[in-house]
């Protein structure tokens, strides 16, 4: 069998696969002939099976960079908002996260302060936002605030200091989990001072702690250090309270109490 141009179909099929790898095309290389099949099942003109076969390869190349965003963020499990119980911690509004999730906070360079008790959610929706911003094309980072100082630390004896806030710099959202879980000194606070300004109204930073912020002396030990950083992560930005009771034990104790019930009425 042979084409118009007199090109047998097995040179063209040869081609078109050389083509595809020279040009770094592989979604068009491995489902040419798929489309090239529905296309002529469904008598498309040749600019639709063109069509088809750009946007198959567009929509996979975005599948592609969002799953490398996803892997680069680091985090340590995953998280979506769709996922978040709001009816077990009703002082979370998912109005206020759904909107977050839109990311317009992240284009303008905002920071979010999310501030409760352990297992009100919190790493939760730092996560689930995170998550949310890569997918929409952002670059991200989670990292737990004792990790970032201790990574500041020793590029600072390595005399990479400037080089390593400048990588942070370039982030367009910064997540910094477990922040006022551990007292730093003087100079872990410095270190984590440097990045946050470095970060200041140009790119995003969201936080989650454990302490209000009258309680932040107890992390950062110096006070004017201590309202300086505050400054940082809350000029023109948002605050939000997942308060003190914990839905993650309130589900495992109403899963311990239905198991009861359940092998009491057995």
């Known amino acids: 069998m042979s084409t118009r141009t007199g090109v047998t179909e097995q040179a063209a099929l040869a081609a078109i696969d050389g083509g595809c790898r020279t040009l770094r095309l592989p979604t068009m290389r491995s489902r040419f002939a798929e489309i090239a099949t529905a296309a002529e099942r469904e008598q498309l003109s040749y600019l639709g099976f063109l069509a088809e076969l750009v946007m198959a390869e567009c929509d996979d190349r975005d599948t592609r960079r969002a799953a490398r965003r996803l892997a680069a963020a680091g985090f340590p499990r995953d998280k979506r908002v769709d996922e978040f119980d709001f009816a077990a ?3 979370v509004t998912a ?29 939760h929706l730092l996560i689930a936002l995170g998550t949310a911003a890569a997918q929409a094309g952002h670059s991200v980072r989670y990292v737990l605030a004792s990790k970032l100082v201790n990574e500041l630390a020793e590029a600072a004896d390595e005399k990479q200091l400037s080089k390593t806030i400048a990588r942070y710099g370039r982030l367009d959202l910064l997540l910094l989990d477990e922040l006022g879980y551990m007292e730093l000194d003087r ?13 200041e109204e140009k790119s995003a930073v969201a936080i989650a702690s454990n302490e209000p912020f009258s309680g932040w002396t107890k992390t950062f ?18 605050i939000i309270e997942t308060g003190t009771t914990s839905y993650r034990l309130a589900h495992a104790r109403a899963k311990r109490s239905t198991t009861t019930e359940r092998r009491a009425q057995a």
């Open 221 to 238: 030990t110096d006070p004017r250090l201590c309202a300086a950083i505050v400054d940082r992560l809350t000029f023109n930005g948002q």
């Open 89 to 91: 911690n009703p002082i």
């Open 187 to 199: 100079h872990g606070a410095e270190l984590l001072f440097q990045v946050l300004t470095e970060r």
């Open 95 to 123: 109005a206020v996260i759904n909107q977050l999730a839109t990311c317009a906070w992240v284009r303008n360079g905002q920071p979010l302060c999310l501030i409760g008790d352990s297992g009100t959610g919190k790493t």
